[in-house]
Nanobody, 131 residues
């Protein structure tokens, strides 16, 4: 079992920045696929960013490309999401997720952008961007 715990959410003004961190415990997540998703009130959970632990595959939703950066810290066993130039429409609960079978399937964006393909989830952290 892998436990994921997010931190770093909060309230920020439009144009500001936040850094979310997701700490993994219980098992090493080396070679896992890692993703960030978000869910706004009344909306479905949507893909934000993903990367393989090795960093060989990194991708972003079009809505955050150029503003968000996903990164892994091998020493801390964390996956972070740096969010810059935040907009009110970025307001949501942000979740990190891990896929233990991050093999050849991760060559397809259809696979890693689908939340159903992730095995482990954090509890979520609220991000609120005021206008």
């Amino acid at each position: 079992q892998v436990q994921l715990v997010e931190s770093g959410g909060g309230l920020v003004q439009a144009g500001g920045s936040l850094r979310l961190s997701c700490a993994a415990s219980g098992r090493t997540i080396r070679n896992y696929g890692l993703g960030w998703f978000r869910q706004a009130p009344g909306k479905e959970r949507e893909f934000v960013a993903a990367t393989r632990w090795s960093g060989t595959i990194t991708d972003y939703a079009d809505s955050v490309k150029g503003r968000f950066t996903i990164s892994v810290d091998n020493a801390k066993n964390t996956v972070d999401l740096q969010m810059n130039s935040l907009k009110p429409e970025d307001t949501a609960v942000y979740y990190c997720a891990a896929d233990g079978s991050a093999g050849g399937s991760w060559l397809s964006s259809t696979y890693y952008t689908n939340s159903r393909n992730y095995d482990y989830w954090g509890q979520g952290t609220q991000v609120t961007v005021s206008s």
